[in-house]
């Protein structure tokens, strides 16, 4: 089917059969609740429609329905992500396995419709997995990916899609057949529900020391989910044929320069890449995927060999830098220690990263010697944006 | 009329709560009329703490203690999954406290009311923050003293039941923990209907309306003798029916026994007086429309 990124993240969330879906609108992912909407209106949705008053209402119900022993489902964008962080956490802590679509869109202040992920990855600390998805049809396969994953270890998860890039571009997908998916995902049984014939406190008043107990064990789930997410994600590569890896690398094994980014951006690089692979330069790529956890070991084993690497970051932590640049440093520090890390900041409020934002990143990269502290938001003395 | 424990009740003895608590008395009754099939949310506030702390609890049924915005929201993401489940038996029930109902989580109640969510919903209604300690909320009465408002509420309490009522939901109901069978009977008939239904329980609260613990029952009686807090239910938004006869007791009786209203001057009082006379007469004209459509 010819789908946008949002519709192909309906149909991943419809395969998966969710049983309550709570939902507000929001630009750029109001299409997602419109088309579960429709085929609710048809009968074709499988599930109950909660058309909430708030995205923290709609957080707040799946959460209590997760609980109560239904899969749930919600997708969201940009303010209404940032209106959820407490219940965010209480999610992760609830051990409530929601999964949630969130479609990166650059936060107020000013007002701003266009992508820029540093909405989600504001969220980084909340204890839900995070993927970034490239392209349609990995939102869709992803979304599918993300309950098993979620259910197995009892931790809620995030699919990324970008605004208008992925949310609103329409690309060829495959939608799996029903039967096949009902295959690979089992229906949701959690070991405990909110039960009359079973009753129990739901998230009450704890000591200093089993706060510190739950959190450790919420680490440890989070320390664990790589492999499920590996194996998961391989097992769906049998059974569909398309798999994705924690990261995708491209171009990588004898590349000397690796460019590091996350979403559409990692598109691009491909093609600049085989441009300048034609050049003869050694460049590849590894292209984030699983954010949290953050697959620590497996990035060490893939970028030890790299001479140089560059992070574009479409975000940004105020007065620090590109948060994938950070969080890569920081896991190459005290592992491989000598590979010299730039960080851009590039395309933030959903400004173009073109191939020539790309070449420059390279070249600049190629003559530089050592990375500079702050990270660069001007590439020679044009401005990121590409005005 | 007894209150001791017996086999329709949902809490063990024992709870933490302050000696004297209206609300505990109200909780108690809410939960034997809503029964052993149910399931609760309750929010932070005095609830949260009266439940007790992991791994005890006063509670027989099962709770979810949610984030302090969301009961009925939170409600309503049971309710719905259980009927995704085909369970229509199943009660879902939110203990809220005036905070967690008025102020902060009037956006979620008035959204889950719209909806018509298969919810009932109660607000334990102590008339301020308590258990954080007494400071004003928008359900605190005026001139009333409290932490935050040392020299008294500036503006009136605001009026949920009616704002319930607007939403034109199946059924909205005062009641007072200190009339217990009137609170019961609430309770039962709004299990009996689908849909959203609101019941707002005044809970004296010695701690924070400043007066001897034994003497809460007679607070609660008092409330509602003097047409300070009239008894009364409102169907579909329209037919409003009183359920109790007070018997038009001075309201100095009520206010002189509570130290929040001890600097209260005669003309505050004039102006109480003639404030509760126009209410009630408005809630008779209401009653006596409804009688006649």
């Known amino acids: 089917m010819f789908l946008t990124g949002n519709h192909a993240a309906a149909y991943g969330a419809r395969l998966s059969r969710p049983k309550v879906i709570a939902a507000y609108p929001i630009t750029p992912q109001s299409p997602i609740y419109e088309k579960l909407s429709e085929w609710d209106g048809k009968g074709e949705l499988g599930g109950r429609m909660m058309r909430v008053e708030s995205e923290h209402s709609a957080m707040a119900a799946c959460i209590s329905a997760s609980l109560t022993g239904v899969r749930t489902f919600t997708a969201t964008a940009s303010q209404g992500l940032v209106l959820m962080h407490e219940l965010l956490h209480f999610a992760s802590g609830m051990r409530a396995p929601v999964v949630m679509v969130n479609v990166n869109r650059a936060l107020g202040s000013p007002w701003s419709f266009w992508s820029e992920q540093t909405d989600s990855l504001s969220q980084r600390d909340t204890g839900w997995l995070q993927f970034y998805v490239a392209d349609n049809q990995e939102a869709l396969d992803t979304v599918i990916q993300a309950y098993k994953i979620a259910e197995t270890i009892s931790l809620p998860a995030i699919v990324v899609l970008e605004a208008f890039y992925t949310s609103h571009f329409m690309e060829p997908v495959e939608v799996p057949d029903q039967n096949k998916v009902d295959g690979f995902l089992p229906p949701f049984e959690p070991p405990f529900k909110l039960d009359p014939n079973h009753p129990a406190g739901f998230c009450q008043t704890v000591t200093q020391n089993e706060y510190k107990k739950f959190r450790l064990n919420r680490q440890i789930a989070m320390e664990n989910a790589v492999e499920v997410v590996e194996s998961v994600d391989k097992e769906y590569e049998e059974q569909f044929g398309r798999g994705y890896g924690l990261f995708e690398t491209y171009r990588l094994e004898d590349a000397e320069i690796v460019l590091v980014t996350a979403g559409t951006i990692g598109s691009t690089a491909r093609v600049t890449i085989d441009g300048l692979r034609e050049k003869g330069k050694k460049v590849g790529m590894l292209r984030i995927r699983l954010f949290r956890p953050f697959p620590k070991a497996k990035l060490v084993e893939s970028l030890r060999h790299a001479k140089k690497i560059a992070v574009i970051d479409r975000n940004i932590s105020l007065g620090q830098e590109g948060i994938f640049c950070e969080e890569l440093k920081s896991v190459l520090y005290s592992r491989v220690r000598d590979i010299p890390v730039f960080g851009f900041v590039l395309g933030l409020g959903g400004t173009n990263v073109g191939p020539s934002h790309i070449e420059k990143v390279f070249s600049m990269t190629e003559k530089m010697e050592q990375a500079p502290i702050h990270p660069i938001i001007e590439l020679e003395g044009e401005n990121v944006s590409g005005t | ?293």
């Not at chain 2, 009616?162 to 034109?168: L, N, P, Q, V």
């Not at chain 2, 009183?242 to 002189?256: C, G, M, N």
């Not at chain 2, 130290?259 to 007469?281: A, C, M, P, Q, S």
């Open chain 2, 1 to 293: 009329m007894s209150l001791a424990h017996d086999d329709r009740d949902n809490l063990y003895p024992g709870h933490l709560g302050c000696p004297g608590c209206g609300e505990v008395i109200g909780l108690k009754l809410v939960l034997q009329a809503v029964g052993k099939q149910a399931i609760a949310v309750v929010i932070p506030g005095c609830i949260g703490i009266v439940i007790g702390p992991y791994p005890f609890s006063t509670f027989k049924i099962p709770f979810f203690h949610a984030a302090f915005e969301t009961a009925a929201a939170t409600a309503a993401g049971i309710s719905n999954a259980l009927l995704a489940k085909g369970d229509e038996e199943t009660i879902v029930v939110a203990l809220a406290g005036d905070g967690g109902t008025a102020d902060i989580g009037i956006q979620s109640l008035s959204g889950a009311a719209d909806r018509d969510e298969n919810i009932i919903y109660c607000c334990f209604d102590n008339e301020a923050y308590m258990n954080t300690g007494i400071q004003v909320s928008s359900a605190t009465p005026q001139l009333a003293w409290t932490m935050t408002t040392p020299l008294g509420k500036p503006g009136r309490k605001k009026n949920m039941v009616e704002i319930m009522a607007a939403h034109h939901i199946p059924y909205v109901a005062t009641a007072c923990s200190c009339f217990p069978d009137d609170l019961r009977r609430k309770i039962t008939e709004a299990k009996q209907i689908k849909g959203t239904k609101y019941i707002h329980i005044l809970s004296p609260c010695p701690t924070g309306w400043r007066f001897p613990e034994r003497l809460t029952p007679n607070i609660g009686r008092l409330a509602v003798e003097t047409k300070y807090f009239p008894l009364y239910e409102i169907r579909n938004g329209r037919e409003v029916r009183i359920t109790h006869k007070p018997k038009d007791l001075p309201v100095e009786d009520y206010l002189s026994a509570q130290g929040r209203f001890k600097h209260l001057t005669k003309d505050d009082l004039d102006r109480i007086k003639k404030e509760i006379d126009r209410n009630w007469d408005e809630l008779k004209r209401r009653e006596d429309q409804s009688s006649h459509s």
